[in-house]
């Protein structure tokens, strides 16, 4: 399977600040999806991003809260502007090498904590 | 619309005895299912699938669900739980309705191992 690397792997940010999370994969996939994970609780489907096309956001989830950029079939970044302390969870990005119905391979994950 | 409901939030067992997470779920056609589990400040790593093939599954480090249709649960089991299985467990259905592979998350169990 597809090995995801992520970065950072965690940072700690001041509020009002923006961060840009990294993706990178080492193969070619058309489908990457960027998750957030609240403290104690699920994943949650921020974004899906097509290589070429703009993302497709989930309810609840906005552009302009958490642009998100995928020039090439390896790389995507997801940047979290105007940071609150609400934002503070862990980031993950995710691919899918197979077709629908098949599961999706996933980084280890940024954590990010807003003071 | 899909969704997935783990019935325990906490497991507790003692090493070497049986370990069974629970989960049900629905979907308004036949479902991918998959089990993920998350250690400790990593990423989520595929257990196992249920793409509409065997209904007894196998994965990886000796778990197994069934798919149970008539009951529309899908649990994970071991026969004999490790140290090492210490972790939280995802149930995920994967919603094929955009057409695309979103995955839908349950809210988790996190298995406690007891020497």
């Known amino acids: 399977s597809a090995v995801i690397s992520q970065k950072p792997s965690r940072d700690i940010c001041q509020r009002g600040t923006s961060l840009t999370i990294q993706c990178q994969v080492d193969?070619?996939?058309?489908?990457m999806f960027w998750y957030r994970q609240q403290p104690g609780q699920s994943l949650t489907l921020i974004a899906t991003?097509?290589?070429?096309?703009?993302?497709?956001?989930e309810s609840g989830f906005v552009i302009d809260k958490f642009p998100i950029s995928r020039p090439n079939l390896t790389f995507s970044t997801l940047t979290v502007s105007n940071m609150s302390p609400e934002d503070s969870s862990i980031y993950l990005c995710?691919?899918?090498?197979?077709?629908?119905?098949?599961?999706?391979?996933f980084g280890d994950g940024t954590r990010l904590s807003i003071l | 619309a899909q969704s997935v409901t783990q019935l325990d939030s906490h497991v507790s067992v003692s090493e070497g005895t049986p370990v069974l997470l629970r989960c049900n779920y629905s979907s308004s056609y036949s479902p991918s299912l998959f089990w993920y589990v998350q250690h400790p400040n990593k990423g989520l790593q595929l257990l196992l699938k249920y793409t509409s093939a065997a209904t007894l599954v196998k994965g990886i480090n000796g778990f197994e669900a069934e798919f149970k249709k008539s009951e529309t649960s899908f649990h994970l089991t071991k026969p004999s739980a490790h140290m090492s299985d210490a972790a939280e467990y995802f149930c995920?259905?994967?919603?094929?309705?955009?057409?695309?592979?979103?995955?839908?998350f349950g809210a988790g169990t996190r298995l406690a191992v007891h020497p």
């Open positions: 995920v259905v994967s919603d094929r309705s955009g057409g695309y592979n979103k995955l839908i």
């Open positions: 193969s070619q996939v058309t489908m």
């Open positions: 991003a097509n290589q070429g096309s703009e993302a497709t956001y």
């Open positions: 995710s691919v899918t090498e197979g077709g629908i119905g098949e599961p999706q391979h």
